[in-house]
């Protein structure tokens, strides 16, 4: 299994950046895809999921990122709009084959992480 995560950059505050997932070797329509991110000396931190249905939030990023996933091409989006400086962080996508949680630790897949930053 593979998920390769990519689209982070650097953006000024109330910007916008689009990230993408492309996963291989795995059943991709049946996985929970998740993001999480990690800031500087802090422990990594749901952002959002999404299995079928409604897609879910961590409170720090509703009404500011969309989590969206094309099952045809085995990609998950994360929109990220109205960025802050606190978003700063490494950003990983994540699959779970039986999980629609947010706890990391349930996560069976992990990307190699995108850098994210915003400067104020």
């Known amino acids: 299994v593979q998920l390769q995560a990519s689209g982070g950059g650097l953006v000024q505050a109330g910007g916008s950046l689009r990230l993408s997932c492309a996963a291989s070797?795995?059943?991709?329509?049946?996985?929970?895809m998740g993001w999480f991110r990690q800031a500087p000396g802090k422990e990594r931190e749901f952002v959002a999921r999404?299995?079928?249905?409604?897609?879910y939030y961590a409170d720090s990023v509703k009404g500011r990122f969309t989590i969206s996933r094309d099952n045809a091409k085995n990609t998950v989006y994360l929109q990220m709009n109205s960025l802050k400086p606190e978003d700063t962080a490494v950003y990983y996508c994540?699959?779970?084959?039986?999980?629609?949680?947010?706890?990391?630790?349930?996560?069976?897949?992990w990307g190699q992480g995108t850098l994210v930053t915003v400067s104020s």
């Open positions: 994540a699959a779970a084959a039986y999980y629609s949680g947010t706890y990391s630790s349930a996560f069976n897949y």
């Open positions: 070797g795995l059943t991709f329509s049946s996985y929970t």
């Open positions: 999404i299995r079928s249905g409604s897609p």
